[in-house]
């Protein structure tokens, strides 16, 4: 069989929920744009099956899941009993979905203290390792990919400033619970929020998709070299990117996390023989 590279292997990103949209049924093609903003508009089931059988083909013994990110119409009380049905396979990070769906589905009004009171009912039960996928710190907005009149009803977006206390008030519970933020601001506040918060962990997620990886962490690892507590999710990184890192005496193995975002679907570009983003790289945009 040879020998395994680790003895014990954890993929700190999955999402073991599906959801079945139909749009073949209802006559309609879909754009990425539809297919993103129906999201909160359907009921979510348990896809757990699937995911333990990839666990045991690749040898993966625990993964971490998540309900936030773009799919915010997730069900945090779902992955609980996933959970909970399969002791040692699955821990799980909070994310205010009750709140947000009554949002969505009921024309309810957002508001930052109701994601924030919900992040910190779910982690008071003891039950979650961490906040994310990202921080619930903006209302719900259309898809990326969504333009126009779509994009102006979310209204003008944060300021350095006003995304710099937001992130505080998320990192505030984390710090309080002993929890991880998965999901971490770039540049500068990534830096400042690193340094005031040193004993909270933060994971800067999908590391390595899109032409600009290899800039963008190279720009990470110079945050990381000052603040041990920011860590790199390159599961979906070309092997060529992974020497950025490895290669950084400041940066090196132990900041490097595998999170793959299982169950999403994205494009692989390759590009032999052409240096200038490097050989290959994912990408959610097709």
């Not at 599906?18 to 073949?24: E, G, H, P, V």
């Not at 040898?59 to 992955?79: A, N, P, Y």
């Not at 008071?124 to 009149?149: A, D, F, L, N």
Request: with cysteine; glycine share 10%.
């Amino acid at each position: 069989m040879g020998r395994y590279a680790g003895r014990f292997v954890v993929d700190t990103h999955a999402h073991v929920q599906r959801a079945s949209l139909k749009f073949k049924e209802r006559g309609i093609k879909p754009t990425v744009a539809q297919m993103y903003s129906e999201v909160p508009q359907i009921t979510w089931w348990d896809n757990s099956a699937r995911c333990l059988y990839d666990m045991e083909r690749y040898g993966v013994h625990v993964c971490i899941i998540m309900c936030g990110g773009l799919s915010q119409g997730m069900d945090s009380d779902l992955d609980i009993q996933i959970a909970e049905k399969y002791p040692g396979k699955f821990a799980v990070l909070a994310y205010p979905t009750t709140f947000l769906n009554k949002v969505y589905k009921e024309g309810g009004k957002w508001s930052l203290e109701g994601t924030l009171k919900e992040t910190e009912d779910r982690l008071k039960t003891g039950k979650y390792k961490g906040i994310g996928q990202g921080v619930p710190i903006t209302q719900p907005r259309p898809s990326m990919w969504q333009k126009g009149e779509d994009r102006k009803k979310a209204g003008p977006p944060l300021s350095a400033a006003e995304t710099l206390d937001r992130y505080r008030m998320v990192m505030d519970l984390a710090e309080k619970y002993g929890v991880v933020i998965a999901g971490a601001p770039r540049g500068e506040l990534l830096s400042q929020l690193a340094a005031e918060y040193p004993t909270v962990p933060m994971v800067a997620q999908l590391q390595g998709r899109g032409p600009e990886a290899r800039r963008q962490i190279e720009d990470l690892c110079g945050v990381i070299a000052s603040n041990k507590n920011v860590y790199l999710e390159m599961g979906q990184a070309a092997a060529e990117l992974y020497e950025v890192p490895l290669s950084d005496p400041n940066v090196g193995p132990t900041q490097i996390l595998f999170g793959c975002d299982w169950g999403a679907s994205h494009h692989v570009y390759s590009q032999p023989g052409r240096g200038v983003y490097g050989q290959s790289y994912t990408s959610t945009v097709n």
